[in-house]
Nanobody, 125 residues
Framework: QVQLVESGGGLVQAGSSLRLSCAASGRTFSSYAMGWFRQAPGKEREFVAA????????YYADSVKGRFTISRDNVKNTVYLQMNSLKPEDTAVYYC??????????????????WGQGTQVTVSS
C-alpha cells in the first residue's frame, strides 16, 4: 500500500512563497509520475503540476506556469512544489497524487491512483 503525506502548507500574504512536500512510502516511488492538484471551496479538484518518473519532464497548468516548480528526490521518496508569487486565487487544499504510469499521461484525476490527505494553503491579499 502506498501512503502519501503532504506538508508545508500555511497562511501567507500575496507575493510570498511556500514549498510543499509530499513524502511517499514504498519502494516503487521512482517508477511513477507524480502530480499536484488543488481544490478550492466550492470548486472541483484541478490539476496543478506533474513530473515524470525521473524528474526530467515537468508539466504545469497555465494558471501556475512561471510561478510554481515541481521537483522530486527519488532517494528521499519525496516530491516538492515550490510556489512563488502566490496570489489569493491560489488558496486551496493541495493534494499530491501518484500516477499509475512512469510517464505523464495528462491532467485527469483518473490517471492517478493514490492520493494524500491534502495540505491547506491560504493566501491573503
Amino acid at each position: 500500500q502506498v501512503q502519501l503525506v503532504e506538508s508545508g502548507g500555511g497562511l501567507v500574504q500575496a507575493g510570498s512563497s511556500l514549498r510543499l512536500s509530499c513524502a511517499a512510502s514504498g519502494r516503487t516511488f521512482s517508477s511513477y509520475a507524480m502530480g499536484w492538484f488543488r481544490q478550492a471551496p466550492g470548486k472541483e479538484r484541478e490539476f496543478v503540476a506533474a513530473i515524470n518518473w525521473s524528474g526530467s519532464r515537468t508539466y504545469y497548468a497555465d494558471s501556475v506556469k512561471g510561478r510554481f516548480t515541481i521537483s522530486r528526490d527519488n532517494v528521499k521518496n519525496t516530491v516538492y512544489l515550490q510556489m512563488n508569487s502566490l496570489k489569493p486565487e491560489d488558496t486551496a487544499v493541495y493534494y499530491c497524487a501518484r500516477s499509475g504510469r512512469g510517464t505523464y499521461s495528462g491532467p485527469s484525476r483518473g490517471e492517478y491512483d493514490y492520493w494524500g490527505q491534502g495540505t491547506q494553503v491560504t493566501v491573503s491579499s
